[in-house]
């Protein structure tokens, strides 16, 4: 059966093979390319696997970036080919809605997306600035990472931003004035250095959170590890890493006055942590990240260390979070000379959890001296916890 091409108005014509090869030939005009012939015969022969009977324009664009894409073992130059597609095909789409920078920027301001405050630059000089040219720079991963993490998008998912749109979206977040902001455009366009992720994701926009990583403490008690869970989802919900410790949280069994009852430890509210890092994308790209860290005398040390382990209850597991430990020169002389290490539930001896250096070994050696139910292992098992 002949095959067919549905055209952006409806209409269908026979699918032509010359125009495919056309298309291809303007795509590597100017390439320094041995065999151009050879070049493009090959990804003729790779796409005509892929065409099925009837296929739209659109469609077919993505198949000939597929057949490109196929080929990129092969060759060095079939990555800076599949770059050009790429880049005609990400052009293609938004040219259809802004022809301008400046008028993607105001229609993002008007739906909510950017800053108002963007308006007031003199977008003509800004708009001059940009450079197309520096699109060249970008290889064929570099841009797909682009248009899946970065590049802003609508309400359908699809790609609204030009890359040096979104270079240029960035510098006028940061910078004051015009002048700043076509220096930092150029020099992040011409990939001369790059910001952290989340002033890629959030500058310029409404949610204008530029730092990459936080760190918090949870108090021992409901309200403090609810506040804390709260706090962090905010924070991972828009790309920023949190690190956590909870080394003030009672331990496994310590009486609970209120309740007179014993509490169930930290490692429960730990799992809470985790499923909450598991469901949040930090703005809808990326799956959040945490690191949960105690002090290595806390009573549940050893199920904390355990947490990252593949097998054992799932219910003592965290597979989505890092843990890590604050470790006390007190301590690692005592490993060092094999000497015991003692366990203490910080519900009881607060004072350890903040003290540090020769303090904390005071106050340490003390409670060893005063403890009479402290649980005592005589060392760590280095085979089985050195990677936790």
């Not at 056309?22 to 065999?35: H, L, P, Q, R, S």
């Not at 229609?107 to 997306?113: D, P, V």
Request: proline letters at 3%; a neutral charge.
């Amino acid at each position: 059966m002949e095959r067919t091409v549905v055209k952006r108005d409806g209409s269908v014509e026979r699918f032509r093979t010359q125009q495919i090869i056309n298309a291809i030939f303007e795509i590597i005009k100017g390439m320094d390319v041995e065999d151009d012939y050879e070049l493009v015969f090959k990804i003729i022969k790779e796409l005509d696997l892929k065409v099925p009977e009837r296929v739209t324009t659109e469609e077919l664009d993505v198949l000939v970036l597929k057949a490109i894409e196929h080929l990129i073992p092969k060759h060095p130059v079939y990555d800076t080919l599949a770059t050009l597609q790429l880049l005609k095909l990400i052009n293609k789409r938004i040219d259809r809605k802004f022809k301008l920078f400046s008028d993607y920027l105001k229609f993002n301001i008007e739906s909510g997306y950017l800053k108002p405050e963007l308006a007031d630059f003199n977008l003509a000089k800004i708009e001059k600035a940009i450079d197309y040219k520096n699109d060249n720079l970008l290889d064929y991963f570099g841009l797909t990472t682009l248009r899946d993490r970065y590049l802003a998008k609508d309400t359908e998912q699809e790609v609204i931003e030009k890359p040096q749109w979104f270079f240029m979206r960035v510098a006028m977040g940061i910078g004051n004035n015009e002048q700043e902001i076509i220096s930092i455009y150029s020099k992040i366009s011409r990939l001369e250095y790059l910001h952290s992720t989340p002033t890629l994701f959030n500058s310029g926009t409404n949610v204008s959170q530029y730092s990459s990583c936080y760190v918090n403490v949870v108090d021992d008690s409901l309200e403090g590890i609810t506040n804390k869970l709260t706090e962090t989802a905010f924070l991972a919900k828009f790309a920023g890493g949190v690190g956590t410790d909870v080394s003030r949280v009672r331990a496994t069994g310590s009486h609970i006055k209120s309740l007179n009852a014993k509490s169930s430890g930290v490692i429960p509210f730990i799992k809470v942590f985790d499923t909450m890092v598991n469901s949040i994308q930090q703005g809808g790209r990326r799956r959040s990240s945490q690191v949960i860290s105690m002090q290595p005398w806390h009573y549940d040390i050893e199920a904390f260390i355990e947490l990252r382990e593949t097998t054992g209850n799932a219910y003592f597991r965290t597979p989505s979070l890092n843990t890590k430990l604050w470790m006390p020169d007190e301590l690692m002389k005592r490993i060092k000379k094999d000497e015991p290490v003692y366990l203490f539930d910080p519900g009881e001896c607060p004072e350890l959890v903040t003290a540090i250096g020769e303090d904390f070994s005071e106050k340490y050696n003390a409670r060893i001296q005063l403890a009479k139910k402290a649980k005592t292992k005589r060392k760590f098992d280095s085979s089985k916890k050195r990677n936790s």
